[in-house]
C-alpha cells in the first residue's frame, strides 16, 4: 500500500534542492569561500614553512628529544620514534610526511577553534545541546567520503578543500567531549565557584574549563587522529602529502609505493597519539 | 542559667518557599491552601521543597538544620546564598532581602558575607591546597601576594601549615575537609553554610572535627548554619537545633528543649534513641547543696546539721560559696569530743569535682569510684550544687519513662 503510493507521488526533488541550493551559494558567497581559502591556505603554508625549515638530519632528533620529554621521560617510545622518523626520510618520504602532518596539525587547529566553544555552548544549554547532538550524529554518521564532495563543490581540488573536509569529519569528538567533560564535573564543584561568588566568566576559566581538561584533551586526541585518516582520504581530492603516495600506488598498483607510504602514515600516527595522549596527564 | 542577652539577628528568614518544577507559583498556593506535598506532587507534577519556614539566625550561633535525607535542609541551606533560587519568600541578611537581588549584588554578597562549605569538600583537583585555600580572594580580584597571605593564614588556623603546596588527592578527608573551612575562612565571611559537612568523614575524625568547629567559633565567633542528618551531631555543635520534616521546620530550640519538649510524635521518634547521658550535664542531675556550712564554723552546728537532715557528710564553703572541702560524720564527733573550735583539721579538701557543663557520661564512671558526693562547679570555683548517686539514677529514670511536660 504504502510502497505504492510512493511510486505513484512524483519523487521530492531533495538533490535538484541541494543542487540549487549550491548554485546560489556559489554565486552570492562567493567573496566568503574566498576569504576562507585564503586563511586555509596561509595556515597550511605557514605550518609546512615551519616543519620544513629544519632538515631532518636536525628535526628529527629535536622530535626524538619533544616525546622523550613529553611522555616522561619513555626513552623506549623516545627511541621508536627517532628510529620511525629515521625510517621515513630514509623511504624519501620526509617532505611528504611533513606535508600531512602540516595537513593534520592546520586541520586540527581548526577544529578545534570551532569545536571546543561548540562543545562549551552545548554543556552550559541544554537547548543547544539538544540541536548539537542531533548535526553531531549526523555527520558522524555520513561516511567520510560523502564529505568530499561539497568540499570540492565550493573550494575545488587541492590542499584547501582536503583541509575543509578534514576539519568537518575531526570536529565531532572535540565537540562532544568537551560537551561531557564539562558536564561530568561534580556538582560540588560548580557550587564552590558559584558559592564563593565567580563570575560566569571566572567559573569557566578558573574550575569548568581545567576540571574538563583531561576529558577535553581526550577530544583533542581523537581529533588528531580523525584529522590524520582523513587527510589521507582527501588526497582523492588533491591534498598532497603520503595519502596522495597511497593513492598513487593503488591507481599504479603498487604495492611498495603504497605500502611505504601507508608505513609512514602508522608511524606518524602512533607519535601523535603517543604525545597527546601524555599531554593529558 | 545561661547568660540570656538579647541575641543580635544576623539572618531572618520569612515565609519562604520553594517548589521545583515549572510554574512553582501553584504550588505555593496550593501550600497556602494547607495541601500536602504528595497531594501536590499527584495533581501538578510539582515537587515541595520548602513549605512556608521562618526563622532566625542569631549572630555567633552555630544554629543546626537537621532532618532525614529529602526533608528539605540542603535545600534551605541552598537558599540562604541563592544556589537555590527561592520560589517566595524573604531572607534578609545584614538587614538586607537577598531575595530577588540582581546577579552583580548578589555575587558581592556571596563573596563578602557568605562561606560555604561542602560535604565531599568540593576541592579544584587541579590547584594546590593554598590555591584552593585562595580560590574566594581570587575571585575577589584580590592579587598573588595577599590573597596567599591571608590563605596561609587560613590554613594555618585550620592546623594545616606545612602542606599549602600539596594537591587534594595526597591529603586524608579530614585534612580535606581542613581546607575546605580554610577557603570558606579566608574571604573572612561572617557567615559560614555547612553542608552536611562532616558526614563523608570517619566517626573518630568526625568528632575531632566537631570539637574543633566549636573551638574555631568560640574563637572567631563565626554565624554557622550547620546541615546534618546526624542528631548526635546535631546535639553537639549545635547552639539551636531546627529539626525538619517534608520541607517544614517543625520545631527549633536548643538541645535540651528538643529532648525534654518534643513538640510532636514525630520529634519525640527522631530523639528517642538519644543517648541521653551525652545530652544531660552536671546541672541537669545535680541537687541544691543544702545545707552547707562555712569554713568559720565549729564542729558542733556541723553535727547538729548533720543530724538535722540525716547525712552523714557536709561540704564546707568560704564566704562566697567556693568550696574548701568536706567534712564527715566520724570526723565531726572526734572532734565535738576533743572541744575543738573550729573545722580545720578535719577537712579533706580531696573532694571529686565536676563543672557544670560536664556530660553525665563522665560522670557516672567518677560517682561510681567515689565514695563522697561529687561538687558540681562554676567557672569561679563556687560550689552549685552536689550530685550522689540516686540523683543520676532518678534523672535518667525519669528522663527516658515520661515525656516531661514544660
Redesign the interface.
Known amino acids: 500500500m504504502s510502497l505504492n503510493i510512493g511510486i505513484d507521488l512524483p519523487k521530492i526533488p531533495v538533490g535538484a534542492f541541494v543542487s540549487d541550493l549550491v548554485d546560489w551559494i556559489e554565486a552570492n558567497l562567493g567573496w566568503l569561500l574566498d576569504g576562507i581559502t585564503a586563511v586555509l591556505r596561509y595556515l597550511l603554508n605557514g605550518f609546512q614553512e615551519i616543519l620544513m625549515f629544519l632538515p631532518p638530519e636536525i628535526f628529527i632528533p629535536i622530535l626524538a628529544i619533544i616525546v622523550y620529554f613529553v611522555t616522561r621521560k619513555d626513552h623506549k617510545l623516545a627511541i621508536l620514534s627517532f628510529i620511525g622518523l629515521l625510517l621515513i626520510w630514509n623511504l624519501q618520504l620526509w617532505d611528504h610526511a611533513m606535508m600531512t602532518l602540516a595537513l593534520v596539525l592546520a586541520s586540527t587547529i581548526i577544529a578545534l577553534l570551532i569545536g571546543i566553544p561548540i562543545g562549551i555552548l552545548a554543556a552550559n544549554s541544554d537547548s543547544i545541546n539538544a540541536v548539537v547532538r542531533v548535526l553531531l550524529d549526523f555527520m558522524q554518521t555520513m561516511p567520510a567520503f560523502v564529505y568530499l564532495v561539497p568540499a570540492v563543490i565550493f573550494f575545488s581540488l587541492g590542499n584547501v578543500p582536503g583541509m575543509i573536509a578534514t576539519v568537518v569529519f575531526a570536529m565531532p569528538p572535540a565537540i562532544r567531549l568537551t560537551n561531557l567533560g564539562i558536564r561530568q564535573i561534580p556538582t560540588e564543584l560548580i557550587e564552590v565557584s558559584d558559592a564563593f561568588g565567580a563570575t560566569p566568566r571566572q567559573k569557566l576559566i578558573k574550575v569548568q574549563l581545567p576540571v574538563a581538561l583531561p576529558t577535553i584533551m581526550a577530544g583533542v586526541n581523537q581529533c588528531i587522529m580523525l584529522a590524520l585518516s582523513m587527510v589521507v582520504i582527501a588526497s582523492m581530492i588533491g591534498a598532497g602529502g603520503l595519502g596522495y603516495q597511497v593513492l598513487v600506488g593503488i591507481q599504479r598498483v603498487n604495492i611498495a609505493m603504497g605500502f611505504e607510504a601507508g608505513l609512514a602514515i602508522v608511524i606518524i600516527a602512533i607519535i601523535l597519539d603517543r604525545i597527546t595522549q601524555n599531554l593529558i596527564k | 542559667m545561661d547568660e540570656e542577652e538579647t541575641p543580635e539577628i544576623q539572618i531572618e528568614v520569612k515565609n519562604l518557599y520553594k517548589v521545583f518544577g515549572s510554574k512553582p507559583e501553584k504550588g505555593v498556593q496550593m501550600l497556602k491552601e494547607g495541601k500536602k506535598k504528595p497531594e501536590i506532587f499527584e495533581k501538578t507534577g510539582l515537587t515541595v521543597g520548602l513549605d512556608n519556614n521562618s526563622f532566625e539566625v542569631y549572630k555567633g550561633e552555630i544554629f543546626v538544620l537537621m532532618g532525614l535525607s529529602g526533608c528539605g535542609k540542603s535545600t534551605l541551606l ?1 537558599c540562604l ?1 541563592r ?1 537555590i533560587e527561592p520560589t517566595e519568600g524573604s531572607i534578609i541578611i545584614n538587614g538586607r532581602d537577598i531575595v530577588g537581588m540582581d546577579d552583580e549584588e ?6 563578602q558575607q ?3 562549605i ?5 576541592l ?4 594546590t591546597i593554598i590555591d584552593n585555600v585562595a ?2 580572594l ?3 580580584g584580590i592579587d598573588i601576594p595577599e590573597r596567599h597571605t591571608k590563605a596561609a593564614e587560613a590554613i594555618k588556623l585550620v592546623g594545616l601549615a606545612g602542606y599549602e603546596e600539596s594537591m587534594p588527592d595526597q591529603l586524608s578527608g579530614g585534612m580535606k575537609q581542613r581546607v575546605g573551612l580554610a ?1 570558606a575562612l579566608a ?1 573572612d565571611a561572617d557567615i559560614l ?1 555547612m553542608d552536611e559537612a562532616f558526614s563523608a568523614l570517619d566517626p573518630l575524625i568526625r568528632r575531632d572535627m566537631q570539637d574543633e568547629l566549636i573551638d574555631l567559633q568560640q574563637r572567631l565567633s563565626k554565624t554557622i548554619i550547620f546541615v546534618t542528618h546526624d542528631l548526635d551531631e546535631a546535639l553537639k555543635v549545635g547552639s539551636r537545633i531546627a529539626l525538619m520534616k517534608d520541607g517544614k521546620i517543625i520545631q527549633i530550640g536548643t538541645a535540651e528543649e528538643i529532648l525534654m519538649n518534643p513538640s510532636n510524635e514525630y520529634v519525640e521518634r527522631f530523639v528517642a534513641d538519644v543517648d541521653m547521658t551525652r545530652v544531660l550535664t552536671a546541672q541537669d542531675v545535680m541537687k541544691k547543696a543544702d545545707p552547707i556550712i562555712s569554713c568559720k564554723s565549729g564542729p558542733r552546728l556541723a553535727a547538729r546539721l548533720m543530724k538535722e537532715y540525716g547525712i552523714s557528710n557536709l561540704f564546707v564553703v568560704t564566704q562566697h560559696r567556693i568550696l574548701k572541702g568536706i567534712v564527715t560524720i566520724d570526723d565531726v564527733v572526734e572532734a565535738v569530743k576533743n572541744d575543738h573550735t573550729t573545722l580545720e583539721g578535719i577537712v579533706t579538701t580531696d573532694v571529686p569535682q565536676v563543672h557544670l557543663t560536664t556530660p553525665l557520661a563522665d560522670i557516672i564512671p567518677m560517682i561510681a569510684e567515689a565514695k563522697l558526693p561529687l561538687a558540681v562547679m562554676d567557672d569561679d570555683n563556687r560550689l552549685k550544687g552536689i550530685i550522689v548517686r540516686g540523683s543520676v539514677l532518678s534523672a535518667l529514670a525519669r528522663k527516658e519513662s515520661e515525656p516531661i511536660v514544660a
Open positions: 541552598r546564598n544556589l548578589m555575587r558581592k554578597i556571596r563573596r557568605l562561606g560555604m561542602f560535604q565531599n569538600f568540593a579544584l583537583p587541579h590547584r580560590f574566594g581570587e575571585i575577589q577557603r574571604s553554610l
